[in-house]
């Protein structure tokens, strides 16, 4: 992906400042469907392809914002998101950020979006398994969670309700949470899915002791999570918070 002719680049559409006029701490950008300004971290970012035979361009996802050239950032839903399309109203939005320039909408772009999303999941789940940071297994979690070890708990959507409960009730006894109903995080993948790209049998219920891994794999899983409308608890400070959760939603 690349910017158009006479297009700045490394420059994004909606970059934010202060009310000083100087940038904020943490960069903020606005959604071009809901106009709400939030930090970029929380946005799924959109660039543009170079341009093809016909002088167009192919909006696509950017789920690692790392694409050269502007780009325009969401904060919306998938369900929005669909609506937006529907409705015209995202393509309006592309025509306003990307001015100028002749764009290519795909009528999959929910679909381009979610996949590149659980694609930089898996990626980062890989990467933390490959360093050691990944614990498999119900009873090598139950044991480190039970001794306070375990930072982030996950559970494949088709795990089960027992399972899931007994892996939950031991990250709380080691945590010091009982009675809290603290929770893991049940993802929106079910087993098959998992265990295929962390190439391993079996992949149900997932750990991470190391609270830095636990961050990272939480920052790209609540972009997920909220692009599907699931509710994740969030991190701060290296401590996971209980929030509301639905049911896991099944991806295609």
């Given amino acids: ?18 009310g000083r ?16 300004i939030t930090p ?12 093809k035979d016909d002088g167009s361009h192919d909006v696509m996802p950017d789920a690692l914002a790392r694409a050269p050239g502007r780009g325009a950032w969401l904060g919306v839903t998938r369900a929005e998101l669909e609506i937006a399309l529907q409705k015209g109203k995202l393509r ?38 490959r360093a050691g940071r990944l614990i498999l297994g119900s009873d ?3 044991e480190q969670a039970r001794s ?35 929770r893991g995080v049940t993802l929106p993948l079910d ?10 049998e079996n992949v149900v219920h ?3 002791a190391d609270d830095s891994s636990a961050e990272r794999v939480q920052s790209v899983l609540a972009r997920l999570m909220h692009f599907l409308r699931a509710d994740v608890p969030l991190l701060q400070d290296g401590e996971a918070h209980d929030a509301p959760r639905q049911d896991a939603v099944t991806t295609n």
């Fill in 206 to 208: 997932m750990a991470l």
């Fill in 148 to 182: 306070g070890r375990v930072a982030l708990l996950l559970h494949a959507n088709d795990s089960s309700e027992d399972g899931r409960k007994k892996l939950d009730q031991s990250w709380r006894v080691g945590r010091e949470t009982e009675g809290s109903g603290e």
């Fill in 92 to 129: 309006g939005a592309l025509a306003r950020a990307f001015k100028g320039t002749k764009l290519n909408v795909p009528d999959n772009l929910p679909d381009l979006i979610e996949s590149a999303l659980i694609r930089v999941m898996l990626d980062r789940l890989g990467l933390e398994m």
């Fill in 140 to 142: 090598r979690i139950t």
């Fill in 21 to 36: 006029g100087h940038k904020a701490s943490a960069p903020e950008r606005r959604c071009i469907l809901s106009g709400e």
């Fill in 1 to 18: 992906m690349r910017t158009p002719h006479n297009e700045p680049v490394a420059s994004d559409i909606s970059e934010t400042v202060s």
């Fill in 40 to 51: 970029r971290d929380s946005l799924i970012r959109l660039a543009i392809s170079p341009a």
């Fill in 191 to 200: 087993r098959a899915a998992l265990s295929v790209a962390l190439g391993r």
